[in-house]
C-alpha cells in the first residue's frame, strides 16, 4: 500500500545520498523525464563539456558511458538535477548529505559549495585522470561479502602488489584495490579468511588506492584552481570520514586525497545518523547507497524507485 506525499513526505527533512561510479546505466535518468527544468539542466551538461553527455545518458552504448571519463560527469548530471526534482516537487528539505566517491562532488554542488558547471568540468577532469593512471589490465577492485579477517588477508595476498581497502561500504561489505594479480589472489583466498565471497569487479582501474598517485598529482592543480565555498549544510567527507570543515582550502585538500584514499562510507553513515532528520535519500540515480543504511535505522528510506506519481510504495 502506498503512501501519499501529500499527507506525510512532503515538507519532510532528509539526509541526502548521492551514487558514484557503478550507478551508470543507459536510460538512468528516465525517472526525471517528467520534469523539463530537471532535463534541461542535464542537457545543459553537453553546451558545458562540449559532448553528447546527454546522448549517452538516455541513449547509450553503455560501453561508452561506463567509461569513467564519461560516467563520472554524467552520474554528477543526473544526480544534481535529481536533487533539483526531489527539493521542488516534493519539497524535501536537505539537512545533511554525502556522496559515494565521485557522489561527494555531486553532493558539494548540490549544497551550493561548488557550482554546477564547474564541478562538472572537475568530474570530466578527475574521470580521464583516473582513466589514465594505470595501463588498461593492470590494476583491479574486489568486493568481499562478509565479515572476514581483512588485515590477515590483506597481509597474505600484499607479496603479489598493491592492495589496500578502496571502499569500507558496509560492515559486511568491502571493497579492496590493487595491481590484477593481488586482485586476484584475494578472489583465490578470501573464503579462507571468513568472507562468503569475493566478487571482482568490472571496473577500468583500481580506483582510490596508490595507483592513482599520477591521477591525483594531475588533479591538485585543477582543484586548487577552483572557487569552493562553505556548503549550506553539513557534507561528509570520504576521505575523513567526518563531515567537511567550513574552510575551502581543507574542503579541496579531502577531494584531493580521495583520489588515493579510502572511501570511509560507514564513518560517514555513523557521522550522519547523528543528525536531527526524519528520513534517508538515495537522490539517484539507482538504489545502491539506499541499500547500504543500516536496516537497525528506523528512519523513513527514500529512493526513486519506490515512487509512482504522488505515491510512494
Known sequence: MGICFDEVEKNMNFCFLYPGQGSQ????????????EAID????????????????????????????????????????????????KYKFKPIAAAGHSLGEYTALAAAGAISYETA????????????DAVEKGKGGMVALLGAGRLQGLIESCKDSGCLVPANFNTSNQTVLSGDIDAIDRVVEKAKGFGYIKAIKLKVSAPFHSPLMEK?????????????VSVPKWPVASNFTGFFHEEDS??????LINQIEGSVKWVQNLKELSKMNFEGWLDVGPGKVL?????????????????VVGDIIR
Not at 25 to 36: P, R, T, W
Not at 41 to 69: Q, R, V, Y
Not at 249 to 254: D, L, M, W
Request: aromatic share 6%; glycine share 4%.
Open 215 to 227: 591521477a591525483k598529482k594531475k588533479m591538485i592543480k585543477v582543484i586548487n584552481e577552483i572557487d
Open 120 to 131: 562538472l568540468k572537475v568530474v570530466k577532469k578527475r574521470g580521464e585522470a583516473m582513466q
Open 41 to 88: 539542466l542535464i542537457i545543459k551538461a553537453d553546451d558545458i563539456l562540449d559532448s553528447n553527455l546527454s546522448k549517452l545518458i538516455f541513449e547509450g552504448p553503455i560501453d561508452e558511458l561506463t567509461l569513467t571519463k564519461n560516467a563520472q560527469p554524467a552520474l554528477l548530471a543526473v544526480g544534481y538535477a535529481a536533487h533539483k526534482h526531489w527539493i521542488k
Open 290 to 306: 539506499f541499500n547500504m543504511v543500516p536496516k537497525a535505522d528506523v528512519r523513513k528510506k527514500i529512493n526513486h524507485f519506490q
Open 25 to 36: 546505466k543507459v536510460g538512468m535518468a528516465d525517472f526525471l523525464l517528467s520534469d523539463k
Open 249 to 254: 582550502s581543507k574542503i579541496k585538500q579531502n
